[in-house]
């Protein structure tokens, strides 16, 4: 047997623990907060179009799958294949404000970004987002005739309809902190992959799960609501739509921040002394054995 694979010694984890995950989260928060804003502004549009091709996807498979019939299987469904999103902007790269919402502010507990590099980040993250999610909606979903065949129409209605009707403003924000939880914790989790199929597999079953449940995505619904009003649903409006982006950002901040930033920083992340310039756990090990040292 060979004594490393891809660079690896012999007997090492093929995974990092908890404590190496944190160190990790730190070093990547740290790299997002000095990002430049037009990168931040150009990876974010980037993102925004990947989550917003996800939720192309799902309505497209879920869509002809009535309720009365299927059960709540056309959500499972919707859920498996819109985890393609988050596996694109994890391994494509690009800045997703969800998991940046857990990610950098680990970076600034750690003192290793700035309050004022943190803002930054998440603005022009957001505005790329938005256009990407846009963009998507108009061009690839509406103006490409995708989801304006009856079938799909009549998914896009429904969940636009739920998300920007019929949930409440509590609601919103509860289903929010529930996904955005779900959503860093796949961050989290592939972080703590040394391979690719690792990774894929630490976002599917969160990314499956909060869908499944039907909590909101503040990005994700930058593409279903306005997907719904350039398509002409009935009933969804712009202000419809600026409501619930309002109360999903507010949950999706809160279930990052506390639930995985916070949480996180004080079980393993703030007994980690670390220096700018750091590198996460691994890499030197990988290094020293790219380099044939010991």
């Not at 694979?5 to 000095?34: H, L, N």
């Not at 970076?107 to 990407?132: C, D, I, Q």
């Not at 129409?153 to 009707?165: E, M, P, Q, T, Y």
Request: with cysteine; hydrophobic share 55%; net charge neutral.
């Amino acid at each position: 047997m060979s004594p490393r694979v891809a660079g690896r010694p012999a007997g090492a984890m093929t995974y990092k623990p908890p404590k190496e995950i944190a160190r990790a989260g730190i070093q990547t928060g740290a790299t997002k907060a000095k990002l430049s804003w037009d990168k931040a502004l150009v990876a974010g549009f980037l993102a925004g179009a990947y989550i917003a091709i996800a939720g192309l996807l799902a309505i497209t498979v879920s869509a002809g799958m009535p309720e009365r019939i299927w059960g709540t299987l056309p959500s499972f469904f919707t859920g498996a294949v819109f985890s393609l999103g988050l596996i694109l902007v994890v391994l494509a790269g690009s800045e997703l404000l969800t998991g940046n919402l857990a990610l950098v502010p680990l970076a600034a507990m750690s003192g290793r970004a700035s309050l004022a590099r943190l803002a930054e980040n998440w603005l022009f993250v957001l505005v790329g987002n938005l256009l990407g999610a846009l963009f998507v909606a108009y061009f690839l979903a509406v103006q490409s005739g995708v989801v304006t065949a009856d079938l799909p129409l009549d998914r896009l209605a429904s969940i636009a309809h739920k998300k920007g009707v019929e949930e409440t403003e509590w609601q919103i924000f509860l289903r929010a902190v529930g996904c955005n939880w779900l959503v860093c914790l796949s961050v989290w989790m592939a972080l703590a992959a040394e391979d690719v199929a690792g990774k894929v597999l630490a976002i599917f079953f969160p990314i499956m799960a909060f869908v499944a449940m039907g909590f909101d995505h503040v990005v994700a619904n930058m593409f279903f609501l306005p997907a719904a009003i350039f398509a002409g649903v009935e009933g969804i409006g712009w202000g419809d739509a600026l409501h619930n982006w309002l109360f999903a950002f507010v949950g999706n901040l809160i279930g990052a921040v506390v639930f995985v930033a916070g949480a996180y920083w004080f079980l393993y992340a703030r007994d980690i002394a670390e220096e700018p310039g750091d590198t996460p756990s691994g890499a030197p090990e990988r290094e020293a054995a790219v380099a044939g040292r010991p």
